[in-house]
């Protein structure tokens, strides 16, 4: 049987390798066109050839070699390389085989996590699919903890993931590796940050003072650096707003609203950058306290003033207006109407001083005149006292 040398292998890569055979003078020996090749075998059945055409020299003496490539082995995987040479007189077996083991690939490494939204206490995590991945483990802990913080981790098949942390304002760290379908992991992710959104307050709200708007805010929990209260119309157009901060008051007030104004507030807290969503109620509070009284004409004391039958009906309508706002609208005091041409009583004036005293809770901070006799004088200084009364009602 002619043998040939045994092949010689170079250029070892995941999935190819390059082979030569230094000496095939005892086959070719004719001036024939004469063929090399060789065949790759691995365990599992494993099988792949590789040929070279060679013409002989003229007179089929001058030593001859072949060499190629072969490709589409597997990577990573123990080879065994037969050589084999076909000429004019037979075909020549190599002496033995040639063994090598491919490449292996290198270790992928993993997509980084990042975040596709923030909702209260939890992440919405997205990451790119790994090639040749079979599931993937996400590893997570607060920043503040440290390089020797405790990782928590869950493992999916997908490439996304809604995480619950339960808090706000607090940042986490990332990363991500994969399970290969063919063993093995990959090398973990980068690691990549993202802070929790912050607590949305709850919000709630009162008239004082008869003309203040307050909004109380509370339920904050973890980080925050500011709460903005925002003050709408009554149809719900953005009209201004206050700051809170943690450090200050948790309310905020919009002082000497005008009568019958009616006003949306809404809430929402920032940090890092970060907005939480809106209040989730929306608190609408209305000014009904009505308009303050003022004189048709001024009465200045000591001077002598007059005083119309519309201008004192306008006071008695006034002081009903205000005891429908503090006590309710079945509390209208019926009041002697004054007519022109006729003479003003003490009775009326009575009237009015009765009818603001019995307004309480609270009670006017300026008080009435004293009721007067009949026969008494009623003085501009007197008069102005009702109006001044009435109008410190709250």
């Known amino acids: 049987m002619i043998t040939i040398p045994s ?93 090598f083991t491919t490449a292996s690939p290198p270790t992928p490494t993993m997509n980084p996590v990042t975040i596709a939204y923030r909702q209260q206490g939890a992440f919405g995590l997205t990451w790119t699919a790994l090639s040749g991945a079979s599931n993937y483990t996400i590893s997570y802990k607060q920043s503040s903890s440290g390089a020797s913080g405790t990782w928590s ?47 949305t307050p709850a919000i709630s709200g009162q008239v004082t003072n008869g003309s203040t708007f307050t909004i109380y805010t509370s339920g904050m929990q973890g980080n925050w650096s500011s709460i903005t209260v925002e003050r709408l119309s009554s149809t719900g ?7 809170i901060t943690p450090s200050g008051n948790q309310y905020v007030q919009w002082l000497n609203m005008p009568a019958n104004t009616t006003n949306q507030f809404r809430a929402y ?59 309710g609208t079945n509390s209208s005091y019926s009041f002697t109407q004054a007519q022109t041409g006729s003479p003003f009583y003490a009775v009326m004036f009575n009237q009015a001083v009765n009818a603001i005293n019995g307004i309480n809770n609270p009670s006017p901070t300026i008080s009435p005149p004293s009721t007067k006799m009949r026969g008494d004088i009623i003085t501009a200084s007197d008069i102005n006292q009702l109006k001044f009364s009435i109008n410190s009602v709250q």
């Open 153 to 199: 981790t869950f493992s999916t098949t997908g490439t996304s993931y809604y995480l619950s942390v339960g808090t706000y304002g607090v940042q986490y760290d990332f990363k991500a590796i994969a399970t290969l379908t063919g063993g093995g992991t990959s090398n973990s992710s980068y690691t990549t940050q993202g802070t929790s959104q912050p607590k």
């Open 269 to 327: 807290s920032s940090y890092s950058s970060l907005n939480s969503p809106y209040s989730d109620n929306t608190i609408t509070l209305q000014n009904n306290r009505p308009e303050e009284f003022s004189w048709t004409y001024e009465k200045s004391k000591d001077e002598n003033f007059n005083l119309t039958a519309t201008e004192w009906n306008n006071l008695t309508s006034k002081i009903n207006e205000f005891r429908a706002y503090r006590l």
């Open 237 to 243: 157009s953005y009209l201004d707003s206050k700051t």
């Open 7 to 99: 092949v010689s292998i170079s250029g070892i890569g995941q999935n190819s390798a390059s082979w030569t055979i230094n000496d095939l003078s005892n086959v070719f020996t004719s001036d024939f066109y004469n063929n090399a090749y060789v065949v790759a075998t691995w365990s599992g059945g494993g099988y792949q050839a590789s040929g070279y055409d060679y013409p002989a020299a003229s007179g089929g003496t001058t030593s001859k070699s072949a060499s190629g490539s072969i490709n589409g082995l597997p990577s990573g995987t123990f080879i065994s390389i037969q050589a084999y040479a076909t000429a004019a007189n037979g075909t020549a077996y190599s002496s033995g085989t040639t063994s």
